[in-house]
Nanobody, 130 residues
Framework: QVQLVESGGGSVQTGGSLRLTCAASGDTDNTDCRGWFRQAPGKEREGVAVIDSDGGTNYADSVKGRFTTIRDNAENTLYLQMNSMKPEDTALYYC????????????????????????WGQGTQVTVSS
């Protein structure tokens, strides 16, 4: 089993920044692929940023150029740096992990599909005010 705990959420104004942290514990050998997802009220959960064990990343179009995810394998920690934030970034942000990364048909981009991840944290709220 893998336990994931998110932290760093909060409230920020438009244009501001936040950094989320996800600490993994337990069977961390099963966390080759890690990612961030978010869910706004009344909307489906969507992939934000994912990263495989080699550091390969994939981002949702809506956050490209603004969000960056990095992983510290030694500390089993995943980060999401969010800059130039917008009100539409308001959501509950989840950390996820899976032992088996899924790639697109070409084999270059890690999947942003939530169904490809088996371990989930409880989420941390991010609110961006205009």
């Amino acid at each position: 089993q893998v336990q994931l705990v998110e932290s760093g959420g909060g409230s920020v104004q438009t244009g501001g920044s936040l950094r989320l942290t996800c600490a993994a514990s337990g069977d961390t050998d099963n966390t080759d692929c890690r990612g961030w997802f978010r869910q706004a009220p009344g909307k489906e959960r969507e992939g934000v940023a994912v990263i495989d064990s080699d550091g390969g990343t994939n981002y949702a179009d809506s956050v490209k150029g603004r969000f960056t995810t990095i992983r510290d394998n030694a500390e089993n920690t995943l980060y999401l740096q969010m800059n130039s934030m917008k009100p539409e970034d308001t959501a509950l942000y989840y950390c996820a992990a899976d032992p088996s990364p899924v790639y697109d048909g070409v084999g270059t981009d890690v999947s942003l599909d939530a169904s490809d991840f088996g371990y989930w944290g409880q989420g941390t709220q991010v609110t961006v005010s205009s």
